[in-house]
């Protein structure tokens, strides 16, 4: 997804600016800068099980077929993927690892409001050496069984392997379930197993499986995971950030970590609690399981000039309106 016109996004930023860190024990769980200046637009951010501390990442739109491994640590980019394998990326916005060490990559975006037949998921082992390095990657054809539609986020169960997509729509949307195993031979379709009404730009599932937090651009969204279904159980504290796509629990699960698109953007932690990853009983979470407005923490002066914004800039237009 392209950056929001520049005067937005800067007064979004100079009034709200960054929520406080959480320092935990996970490298990289008190947040870092990605200094790769080939890092535009971050879209996507999953922390390595092999590798604890490193965080793979990605470009948004037709970048091509690259990950990038972070330090959490120091924000160095310490290996490059070029993926083989696949044809040429059309939209990726997420990353995600299977319980098999497989790193997902979801070439799901569809700027045009859902033109698109199909769309792509990538598989590829996550190295056990970090180093610059080809990998083959395994490509599935992704269709929904209710039509095409446009997603950011990606997620694959941690203790069942089974892959979600959560479509990006605040009106309507749904998160939808892959089937048990994935064909690259055939075409994968996806259904609907839940609504989800949030403007969905990334996710992922708590390290023991036992929630799913979602986030948007000014929100999110924690949900209890069970028997195969999210319900929902708290709204989660978004720091606010110039454009913010990408989320990933650190390996302990006690914290989450929020990421932007923009050269040198910041990983931004916010602590959920005991480790299982439920933010709604953690002081960054409301605790409120209905279905009320989002609580982002603003002060209602920021909330007004978030509508301002909005109101000026017609953000939602310019999401929706296809890349050249």
């Known amino acids: 997804m392209r950056s929001f016109l520049g005067a937005a996004s800067?007064?979004?930023?100079?009034?709200?600016?960054?929520?406080?860190?959480?320092?935990?024990?996970?490298?990289?769980?008190?947040?870092?800068?990605?200094?790769?200046?080939?890092?535009?637009?971050?879209?996507g951010l999953a922390a390595s099980r092999i590798h604890p501390g490193i965080y793979w990442t990605h470009n948004d739109s037709s970048d091509g077929a690259y990950l990038y491994a972070i330090d959490g640590r120091t924000g160095e980019t310490v290996a490059t993927l070029t993926l083989t394998g696949?044809?040429?990326?059309?939209?990726?916005?997420?990353?995600?690892?299977?319980?098999?060490?497989?790193?997902?990559?979801?070439?799901?975006?569809?700027?045009?409001?859902?033109?698109?037949?199909?769309?792509?998921?990538?598989?590829?082992?996550?190295p056990k050496e970090l180093r610059d390095r080809t990998v083959r990657a395994t490509q599935f054809t992704v269709q929904y069984a209710d039509g095409p539609r446009n997603a950011e986020a990606l997620m694959v169960h941690p203790k069942t392997g089974r892959v979600y997509i959560a479509e990006k729509n605040e009106d309507g949307g749904g998160l939808y379930e892959g089937p048990q195993n994935l064909s690259a031979s055939g075409t994968n379709v996806f259904r609907r197993v839940s609504g989800i009404d949030l403007w969905v730009t990334d996710g992922a599932f708590s390290p023991d499986g036992r929630h799913l937090a979602l986030r948007g651009y000014f929100g999110g969204i924690s949900y209890a995971w069970k028997d195969g279904k999210p319900e929902r159980e708290g709204q989660l504290n978004v720091p606010m950030q110039p454009q913010g796509e990408s989320v990933t629990y650190t390996l302990d699960g006690k914290t989450l970590l929020y990421g932007s698109e923009g050269r040198g953007s910041s990983v931004e932690p916010v602590q959920v609690g005991d480790g299982s990853g439920d933010d709604s009983?953690?002081?960054?979470?409301?605790?409120?399981?209905?279905?009320?407005?989002?609580?982002?923490?603003?002060?209602?002066?920021?909330?007004?000039?978030?509508?301002?914004?909005i109101a000026v800039f017609g953000i939602g237009r310019l999401l929706r309106r296809p890349k050249k």
């Open 10 to 43: 800067a007064a979004v930023v100079l009034a709200f600016g960054a929520t406080a860190p959480a320092v935990a024990d996970d490298a990289g769980s008190d947040g870092f800068t990605i200094k790769d200046p080939r890092i535009t637009e971050s879209s």
């Open 281 to 309: 009983k953690s002081p960054s979470g409301s605790g409120d399981s209905g279905d009320g407005p989002i609580d982002t923490g603003l002060s209602a002066s920021a909330v007004g000039l978030v509508a301002v914004v």
């Open 86 to 126: 696949v044809g040429a990326p059309r939209d990726v916005e997420a990353i995600s690892i299977g319980p098999d060490d497989n790193l997902y990559v979801g070439d799901i975006g569809d700027n045009l409001g859902g033109k698109w037949s199909h769309v792509w998921i990538y598989k590829l082992p996550e």
